[in-house]
């Protein structure tokens, strides 16, 4: 349908989707996400966290799913909205811990 559709960045016809990925962690090297958002680290976001960058042959990059620009949505169930950029970096550092992260992402499909 049209009607949830909007036009994108390159003038194409987007919807949105969302969708949960299960991210293991490679111990010290983590899950090979970075996150942009927001001009500052302290500053509260007014819309998600994007992957900035994907580090090669990490887990984020193996998964096969993830991709940059995508919007991360929540971390292991804690909503991203209304955080600051340094809240859900520290999210993503408490994941190494159990070396599992679970990731709700949105996503534009042409």
Not at 10 to 36: R, Y
Not at 74 to 100: F, H, K, W, Y
Request: proline share 5%.
């Amino acid at each position: 349908s049209l009607a949830s559709s909007t036009v994108g960045l390159a003038g194409q016809v987007v919807h949105t989707e969302t969708t949960e990925v299960m991210l293991l962690g490679d111990g010290i090297m983590g899950f090979g996400l970075q996150l942009q958002g927001g001009v500052f680290a302290t500053e509260t976001l007014s819309s998600p966290p994007l992957i900035a960058y994907i580090d090669p042959d990490s887990p984020a990059e193996r998964c096969g799913i993830l991709q940059i620009g995508d919007r991360i949505l929540s971390i292991n169930g804690v909503p991203t909205e209304d955080s600051t950029l340094e809240e859900t970096n520290q999210l993503l550092r408490d994941s190494s811990i159990t070396a599992q992260l679970t990731l709700e992402i949105e996503f534009d499909v042409a």
